[in-house]
Nanobody
Framework: QVQLVESGGGLVQPGGSLSLSCATSGSIFSMYNMGWYRQAPGKQRELVAQITSRGGATYASFVEGRFTISRDNAKNTAYLQMNSLKPEDTAVYYC????????????WGQGTQVTVSS
């Protein structure tokens, strides 16, 4: 497992954009599948997006076309670009990662608050 450090949350108006980052300390980041979950108050945690070690991305239907997940293996960092934000996107966003051969050993970031409000 590796340590994950998130950054980039904050307050934004509806229709605005934010970018989240998830930096790791591991030397084999390129072999990790990375992604984000989110959890809104009173709701269950839900998967937002994932990017595989090979760069294949998948998205939840409720962010498809608005969010983009990417990775920079040279910087050991994954990114979540969030555009056209809606109030219902308000949640704590948690980055996660796991070595692609060991999906049971998941590392988590500390979480970052995203608030979409006018």
């Amino acid at each position: 497992q590796v340590q994950l450090v998130e950054s980039g949350g904050g307050l934004v108006q509806p229709g605005g954009s934010l970018s989240l980052s998830c930096a790791t300390s591991g030397s084999i980041f390129s072999m990790y599948n990375m992604g984000w979950y989110r959890q809104a108050p009173g709701k269950q945690r839900e998967l937002v997006a994932q990017i595989t070690s090979r760069g294949g991305a998948t998205y939840a239907s409720f962010v498809e076309g608005r969010f983009t997940i990417s990775r920079d293996n040279a910087k050991n960092t994954a990114y979540l670009q969030m555009n056209s934000l809606k109030p219902e996107d308000t949640a704590v966003y948690y980055c996660y990662g796991y070595y692609y051969l060991v999906p049971s050993a998941v590392s988590w970031g500390q979480g970052t608050q995203v608030t979409v409000s006018s």
